[in-house]
Every structure is written in C-alpha cells, then in structure tokens.
C-alpha cells in the first residue's frame, strides 16, 4: 500500500485575468502536517478550494488513496473524507454550538445525542466546548473549536485549515497544536495554511511552496530558517523593517474613561479605556478578535460618538465629530474589515481613492468630483505598495485580499496623516508585503506622526511597537514598553489579567 493520500497531477485554473494554478503537482502523505506557502495571488485559495469541491479544474487530476478524486461540490468532498476549516467562520450568533454544528451536517443526529458526540471529541482532543453555549457569547478560539469540531464529527482523512492561529492567543495556539499533533498520531493528515512562518516550522513536516500559481519548491520546515521560506515565496531577498530613531513628543491624542454600548447585538461595550498617545511613537493593542477592537476602532474613526471629554485631539474634544471632520483635522483609520468597510467592493480602485481621500488629496473642488486627480492618487498608491492590479480602473472586489489589503493602507498613508489608526494592517498579506506595510507605518511615526496598531499578529506588535497594550471583554491592559515583554506575559494581558503588577507609562 502507498502511503500517499491525496495526489495532485498538473492542475491547472485560469480565470480571465489570471492563471491562478498553473500545472501544480503534489503530494500529501497519511499522517503529515503539509503546509501550503506562498505569497498573496500565488493560487494557494484556488488550489484548496478545487481539493475541497468549490472550483473545478480546467486541466489535471487528483487522486484520493489512489483513486481518481474530482468533488463535484463540497458535500461531495466531505463525504470522501475532506474536512475544512476556513478562516472566516461560517456560524451563527444567535444559535447554539450544537445547533450550528448539526447545520454543517449531512444527517444530523438527535440534538442529545449529537450533543453527547460533542462533549466527548471536545475532550478527546483538548479542545473543550459546551454544546449549549450560545455562538455569539464564544470567544473567536472557542468558535473555531466549533468549526474543528463539526469537522471531526465527520472522521476527516484530510483536514485543510485556512490561517488558523490567527484570531488565537498564543496559550490557544499551544492548545491548537496540541490537537493538530494528536489527529496527525491518529493517521490524520493535514494541509496547513499560513503566513506566520516560525509555526510553520514548529508544526510542519514538509511545506510545498507556491508563486504566481507554480510550484516553486519544497522543503522540510524544521530545517529552514523563516526568512529562507519566505525569501522562496517571493523570490527576492526579504528587507527587514528598519527603525529609524525618533524622539516622542507631545501628546496629540488621549482618550479618558472611554466607555460605549455595543454598536450591535453580540458586540463588545467598551469599558472605561484610557490612554495617551504621543507624535512619534507606535502604540501596539493587541488582544483575541471580539473583545473591543472593532468598536475601538469605530469611537477613533467617528463612525461612534463618545460623550465630551472622552476623546480628544491636541487638546480638541472630538467625541461628536464625524469621519470627514476627523480626516480634514489629520486623525485617519483602516478598519479590518476591507471589502464592504475599508472598500466598496463594486466600486474602482479610483472611486476608492476619491471616498476618503476627496479632503485630504483635494479631490473634490466646490462639489465638483476631480476624477483624473483621483486617478492619480490611485496610481500613486498602486505604485508605492506594489498593488498587484491590472488597472485602477478595476472593482476592489477583483483584488486578492492581500492586494487590496496594500491598496487600504496605503490609501491611508499616502495622505500624510498626523494620527492613523490601522486594525490588523497585514491581515492576510504574506511576508513581503506585511514587511512592507510594517515599513510605512514605521516610517510615519520617524516622520512624527502618531500611529496606533491593533493587531492580533503578536509578532508583529513587538517589531514595531513602542508601547504595547491587550484589549480583553472591552477593557485595555495598563500600557507597557513593548522592548523585554515575554509571549506568557503578553498571553495573560490577553487573556484579561488585568490586575498584574504593572506601571502606567
């Protein structure tokens, strides 16, 4: 008997604009953890989305335990012993574990006993979870236990999981693994994707790496150093983020007692967060999904009032002001969110440009829309952050997500801001990019601006940070200097210690 469990044979998939696959081969062996690499467009999406059923190939074959393998749809790639888990969950709030669970299912048992299935794979595997909770009351890694879950209910021969670590605390992480290295015992296998490379050494037995939809190399992770990795995703040396040293100077914005109701249903309220931020400094928040950052985000953009005297800027109260009034004073934001918040998904990458840069850029004279002006700005941005695009001309929507990612920031950026906020500003990107992105905002703090950073990339944080903080249920843990802080540290200010022995700075 072989002990290859799924092969692929020179797939290929071509959309009008792009080859997205084009000839790949592998193989994934019984009992691995194969990791998937490549940088932002390298066809690592489409190539699991045709393992999994959702795109069919135009050329090539696949062959499950020896088999001739080609899914109609996913249903049919589940019942072949195809699990995914995707990094957008696909639950409801309002319903509980067992009930979302049993909506993923073919043919759901009993609710009891399907219950009962629950509780006892929740505890096989490490990973523990009520099956009466209600979803929207779960933290983002308890959530993902209900994707795994509804997987292994299904006894996977192959689990796909789509950049797991990255709404987990790194106690979560450790438990994610721990699990992962337990079905891998059990003959499980697994195609891993991600772009946080050292996990990808630790977890990984082999790794098949990915650029501009060809197979471009192997290798054995443990073996390979992250920046090796990363330097075969893009094939060119990787620059590092430089500091360049500034002094901090005076306070240009501080928020006192900030306190909101959620903005919706199975939102964070925001509970009584205080700091200040300095021109010239990177102050790092970072913290689980849910627990605040969206609404943070939303009370610093304006798109939510504060009461007076929570917010102000250079001495200014600017709880009531709007989004345009903050963005013509210079306090700018990019939400996480970047199709449908960040961007309108229909609309060109010039009419992006125009929507929050009409003020700043001067697009827009006396109501009058200057649409070549807005051309420019667009190209400008395509040009600075290496915008991988055929055309400003195109819908947001026709961007990878790490493309349009680069587009949103530097948008942002490039409009000299004196305080931007960003929420997970390399979400998605891969390393070359996040480099690039980490670059910019660095470089406008050397320049003077202030710049806050919400991210759950901890790695990220403690590259560029100066000052660092945890958002936890709404709360923000007291701010400490980022230099000498451990991941166990960091993980507890996450996990809402709060009460730690810690000096305000």
């Known amino acids: 008997m072989t002990d290859i469990l799924l092969s692929l044979h020179e797939l290929t998939k071509a959309y009008p604009d792009v080859v997205a696959n ?113 979803v929207g009351d779960l933290s983002a890694g308890e959530q993902q236990r209900v994707e795994i879950i509804r997987c292994l209910l299904q006894d996977p021969k192959l689990l796909i999981m789509d950049e797991p670590t990255s709404v987990l605390t790194p106690q979560e992480v450790s438990i994610l693994f721990d699990t992962l290295n337990k079905l891998r015992s059990e003959g499980t296998s697994i195609l891993y994707i991600s772009h946080k490379l050292e996990e990808i050494r630790t977890l990984c037995d082999t790794a098949t790496i990915l650029r501009l939809g060809q197979v471009v190399g192997a290798c054995i ?57 300095h021109t010239g400094e990177v102050l790092g928040i970072g913290g689980v999904a849910g627990n605040g950052q969206d609404e943070l985000l939303g009370a610093l953009s304006g798109e939510t009032c504060a009461q007076a005297g929570m917010i102000t800027y250079k001495g200014r109260d600017i709880g009531h002001l709007g989004p345009n009034p903050r963005r013509e004073i210079g306090l700018l934001t990019a939400p996480e969110e970047r199709l449908g918040h960040a961007a309108a998904p229909d609309m060109s990458l010039i009419e992006n440009a125009m929507l929050t840069g009409a003020q700043r850029e001067k697009l827009e004279r006396h109501g009058v829309l200057d649409w070549a002006a807005a051309q420019r700005f667009a190209e400008r941005i395509i040009g600075a952050f290496d915008v991988r695009t055929p055309s400003a001309a195109n819908a947001a929507r026709s961007l990878s997500g790490g493309n349009l990612q680069k587009f949103v920031i530097g948008r942002e950026v490039l409009q000299r801001p004196d305080v931007l906020v960003v929420n997970q500003p390399t979400w998605g990107v891969d390393a070359a990019a996040a480099a690039a992105i980490r670059q910019a905002l660095l470089d406008l703090a050397a320049n003077g601006a202030a710049v806050i950073v919400i991210s759950q990339d901890l790695d990220e944080l403690m590259e560029i940070s100066d000052r660092f903080a945890a958002l936890n249920e709404g709360r923000l843990s007291p701010l400490r200097p980022a230099a000498g802080l451990t991941v166990d540290e960091i993980g507890l200010m996450m996990g809402g210690a709060h009460g730690m022995e810690v000096a305000h700075v």
Do not use: C
């Open 221 to 277: 992770p443990a073996e390979t150093s992250a920046r090796d990795m990363a330097e075969m995703m893009v094939g060119a040396k990787l620059k590092t983020p430089q500091r360049t040293p500034s002094l901090q100077g005076e306070e240009v914005l501080k928020l006192t007692s900030l306190s909101l109701p959620p903005a919706a249903a199975f939102g964070m309220p925001l509970r009584e967060i205080s700091l200040t931020l």
């Open 22 to 134: 084009d000839s790949v081969s592998l193989e994934i062996k019984q009992g691995e953890i194969h990791a998937l690499l490549g940088e932002n467009g390298a066809g690592k999406s489409t190539l699991v989305k045709m393992i999994y059923g959702l795109v069919k190939p135009d050329l090539g074959e696949m062959h499950l335990n020896s088999e001739t393998f080609a899914p109609a749809d996913p249903r049919t790639a589940r019942a072949s012993g195809i699990g995914m888990v995707f990094q957008h969950f696909s639950l409801f709030d309002a319903l509980t574990v067992a009930e979302n669970i049993a909506l993923g299912m073919e043919t759901a048992p009993k609710m009891r006993q399907l219950s009962d299935q629950i509780t006892q794979v929740s505890q096989a595997y490490g990973l523990p979870l009520s099956p009466d909770r209600i």
